[in-house]
């Protein structure tokens, strides 16, 4: 069954940071485009980051730009989301997301982890 399992979420005061892990099963992340998405309560689902499949090209939305730092292993079969200096505005759900790049365009969501922060 294929499945993308995060782990990695929890309770982190302001400053703080936590790294967020995304394992793959029945499939090779090598051959998806990876990202995190996050939806905090009452928004829309919103994207994080996303690396690419040739060259690792990494993309941030501007307000975890300095902060989050995504990164693959591809002989993992995973990929990661480094938070730093966390800020209670980045308290959401994180979902990590499987794009595949060449036909039939697979695309694959985990089932999220809860990230609090808090004082």
């Known amino acids: 069954q294929v499945q993308l399992v995060e782990s990695g979420g929890g309770l982190v005061q302001p400053g703080g940071s936590l790294r967020l892990s995304c394992a793959a099963s029945e499939f090779t992340v090598s051959r998806y485009a990876m990202a995190w998405y996050r939806q905090a309560p009452g928004k829309e689902r919103e994207l994080v980051a996303g690396?690419?499949?040739?060259?690792?090209?990494?993309d941030y939305a501007d307000s975890v730009k300095g902060r989050f730092t995504i990164s693959r292993d591809d002989a993992k079969n995973s990929v990661y989301l480094q938070m730093n200096n966390l800020k209670p505005e980045d308290t959401a759900v994180y979902y990590c997301?499987?794009?595949?790049?060449?036909?039939?365009?697979?695309?694959?969501w985990g089932q999220g982890t809860q990230v609090t922060v808090s004082s």
């Open positions: 997301n499987a794009r595949q790049v060449l036909i039939p365009f697979h695309v694959y």
């Open positions: 690396i690419s499949i040739i060259g690792g090209g990494r």
